[in-house]
């Protein structure tokens, strides 16, 4: 049963969506985009999701599909869903590890059906554990993480991010994981549980945060927008607004002391090393302040870009999209929707110049393509209309 129009890197993959909110739709986003046919599954009342459904964020997460309705509490719902199991490729889900097992979902189960069958699970604390059944949420797992720890100024409160960036993370290793297992599918044959979660994802992002606590006992403070470990790396304000800095290294310091026309700078003993710049992080933002208010952001970053410093300004959304390098990587893409009219999502971030990701087409109506879907895996219209009767799909 193959995508009526297979395209893309990913165009003989089939992949079953039963995802909902963010961090499943952003690992599904990444197959469709390049190419997957992903069959997205709902229940026949949408969950309420009608406002929803035509708003920013939902357009943004589920183009590239194709919608079937099915209530997977019936029998004749699941035996459909295992009729197309049998022939996908991968399925995605983040339930709370306990619901799958209820309509059977579960890996070892559609195992039975399909070997070659990848499941990808993500949930908020693991499929197993003290924490496995807690409902997984965003800002919960920023916190638990530690990222809200190290995230906003010295005296203020822990802060989270402005964005979802454990929901996406965690969407995002999902999609990996699901990669890494097609590719070692073609060796063995045999599909796998791919599993991530919130707060393993959180956790990774850390990164080198995380690696000083384990590997020196350092636990990491907030330090605003101050690198924590080299500096000047910082925000500082201009005559007009502020202006991001990241002078790294003895060179680059060098670079921006002249640059700033601040040579003095350079033979204080305060600031003579990365380390005691940063521990002497308060008086030298104090002097660098004194110097970027002098001009505008413009005139900062035009004259640093020259001087070989790392630098940029700090935009508002709008700002970004009006950015001449944001244009050039047209991070934003026009699809056509059937009654919204021409909208505009993000793009997809990762380039392949022979086989590029594709935004085909807008987020699909409820059960937009029920009865297509149902027509390719070899049931009648007469069963089909049955179906309906019912209230299955």
């Given at each position: 049963m193959?995508a009526?129009?297979?395209?893309?890197?990913?165009?003989?993959?089939?992949?079953?969506?039963?995802?909902?909110?963010?961090?499943?739709?952003?690992?599904?986003?990444?197959?469709?985009?390049?190419?997957?046919?992903?069959?997205?599954?709902?229940?026949?009342?949408?969950?309420?999701?009608?406002?929803l459904?035509?708003?920013?964020?939902?357009q943004?997460?589920?183009?590239?599909?194709?919608?079937?309705?099915?209530?997977?509490?019936?029998?004749?719902?699941?035996?459909?869903f295992?009729r197309?199991?049998?022939?996908?490729?991968?399925?995605?889900?983040?339930?709370?590890?306990?619901?799958k097992?209820?309509?059977g979902?579960?890996?070892?189960?559609?195992?039975?059906?399909?070997?070659?069958?990848?499941?990808?699970?993500?949930?908020?604390?693991?499929?197993d554990?003290?924490?496995?059944?807690?409902?997984g949420?965003?800002?919960?797992?920023q916190?638990?993480?530690?990222?809200?720890?190290?995230?906003?100024?010295?005296?203020?409160?822990?802060?989270?991010?402005?964005?979802?960036?454990a929901?996406?993370?965690?969407g995002?290793?999902?999609?990996?994981?699901?990669?890494?297992?097609?590719?070692?599918?073609?060796?063995?044959?045999?599909?796998?549980?791919?599993?991530?979660?919130?707060?393993?994802?959180?956790?990774?992002?850390?990164d080198?945060?995380?690696a000083?606590?384990?590997?020196?006992?350092?636990?990491?403070?907030?330090?605003?927008?101050?690198?924590?470990?080299?500096?000047?790396?910082?925000?500082?304000?201009?005559?007009?607004?502020?202006?991001?800095?990241?002078?790294?290294?003895?060179?680059?310091?060098?670079?921006?002391?002249?640059?700033?026309?601040?040579?003095?700078?350079?033979?204080?003993p305060r600031?003579?090393?990365?380390?005691?710049?940063v521990?002497?992080?308060?008086?030298?933002?104090?002097?660098?302040?004194?110097?970027?208010?002098?001009?505008?952001?413009?005139?900062?970053?035009?004259?640093?870009?020259?001087?070989?410093?790392?630098?940029?300004?700090?935009?508002a959304?709008?700002?970004?999209?009006?950015?001449?390098?944001?244009?050039?990587?047209?991070?934003?893409?026009?699809?056509?929707?059937?009654?919204?009219?021409?909208?505009?999502?993000?793009?997809?971030?990762?380039?392949?110049?022979?086989?590029?990701?594709?935004?085909?087409?807008?987020?699909?109506?409820?059960?937009?393509?029920?009865?297509?879907?149902?027509?390719?895996?070899g049931?009648?219209?007469?069963?089909?209309?049955?179906?309906?009767?019912?209230?299955?799909?």
């Open positions: 193959k009526p129009a297979a395209m893309g890197a990913l165009g003989d993959i089939r992949v079953l969506d039963l995802s909902r909110v963010r961090s499943g739709p952003t690992c599904v986003k990444q197959l469709a985009d390049f190419g997957a046919d992903v069959i997205k599954i709902e229940t026949p009342s949408g969950d309420g999701d009608g406002a459904r035509e708003g920013p964020d939902f943004n997460l589920h183009r590239n599909k194709r919608s079937l309705t099915l209530n997977l509490k019936a029998p004749a719902g699941r035996e459909i295992m197309l199991v049998a022939k996908a490729d991968v399925v995605v889900e983040n339930y709370r590890p306990d619901v097992h209820r309509p979902l579960d890996y070892e189960s559609l195992r039975a059906v399909n070997p070659r069958i990848i499941l990808a699970s993500i949930s908020g604390f693991g499929q554990g003290p924490y496995a059944e807690r409902p949420f965003d800002q919960i797992a916190g638990m993480s530690g990222l809200m720890s190290v995230t906003g100024f010295a005296d203020q409160p822990p802060l989270r991010s402005g964005a979802a960036i929901d996406v993370t965690a995002l290793h999902a999609a990996l994981g699901v990669l890494t297992a097609l590719h070692e599918r073609e060796r063995s044959g045999q599909g796998q549980w791919v599993q991530s979660s919130l707060l393993m994802s959180g956790i990774a992002l850390l080198f945060q995380a000083r606590y384990l590997m020196k006992g350092e636990v990491p403070q907030r330090s605003g927008n101050d690198h924590p470990t080299s500096m000047p790396t910082s925000a500082y304000p201009s005559a007009d607004g502020y202006v991001n800095i990241g002078a790294y290294g003895q060179a680059i310091w060098a670079r921006l002391c002249q640059a700033l026309e601040r040579p003095e700078l350079l033979q204080d600031f003579a090393t990365d380390p005691l710049r521990r002497h992080r308060a008086e030298l933002n104090s002097e660098l302040a004194d110097s970027f208010r002098q001009h505008s952001s413009a005139h900062w970053i035009s004259r640093l870009n020259q001087a070989g410093v790392p630098c940029g300004p700090i935009y959304m709008d700002q970004v999209f009006a950015d001449p390098q944001v244009q050039h990587l047209e991070a934003a893409q026009t699809l056509e929707h059937p009654q919204l009219g021409a909208i505009q999502v993000i793009n997809q971030a990762a380039t392949l110049k022979r086989t590029p990701a594709q935004l085909r087409s807008a987020t699909p109506a409820l059960g937009e393509h029920s009865q297509e879907v149902l027509l390719q895996a049931y009648s219209a007469d069963e089909i209309e049955l179906f309906q009767r019912e209230g299955v799909i």
